[in-house]
């Protein structure tokens, strides 16, 4: 088995870091543009291609919105892989330890004897 600490699906991890700085340069191009398409919507008097920029505001909310929820998705996807693998290799490690003082204590237990008792052998311990 790997190591816990190994690394997986690294193409998932870079596709998250895209999409993330993707929805940020949305983010930034949508506040530049839209005061633009305003104040030229306003100084043209034209209440149509006012609604038709802020229909372009939200759109692009929307799409930042949409990207940075995907990225993040796949964050935590990723991060519920790493913790149930880190959680087998504990678990592994945990059982191992067990059985491993289980023997001893069973290897213990039939090397015990009591002189005082008849055959030099306590009851209680097979």
Do not use: C, H
Not at 47 to 75: D, H, K
């Amino acid at each position: 088995m790997s190591t816990a600490t190994e690394k997986r699906f690294w193409l998932l991890r870079r596709l998250s870091r895209v999409m993330s700085v993707g929805a940020w340069v949305v983010l930034v191009i949508v506040l530049l543009v839209t005061p633009v398409g305003f104040a030229r919507a306003i100084i043209a008097g034209a209440p149509e291609e006012f609604m038709q920029w802020l229909g372009y505001a939200v759109s692009g909310l929307a799409i930042f919105i949409t990207l940075l929820f995907q990225a993040q998705m796949i964050q935590v996807l990723l991060a519920i892989e790493e913790n149930t693998k880190q959680t087998a290799y504990v678990l592994e490690k945990l059982t191992t330890l067990t059985q491993q003082v289980r023997d001893r204590l069973g290897e213990a237990a039939a090397d015990r004897r009591d002189p005082d008792l008849p055959g030099g052998v306590d009851p209680r311990f097979p």
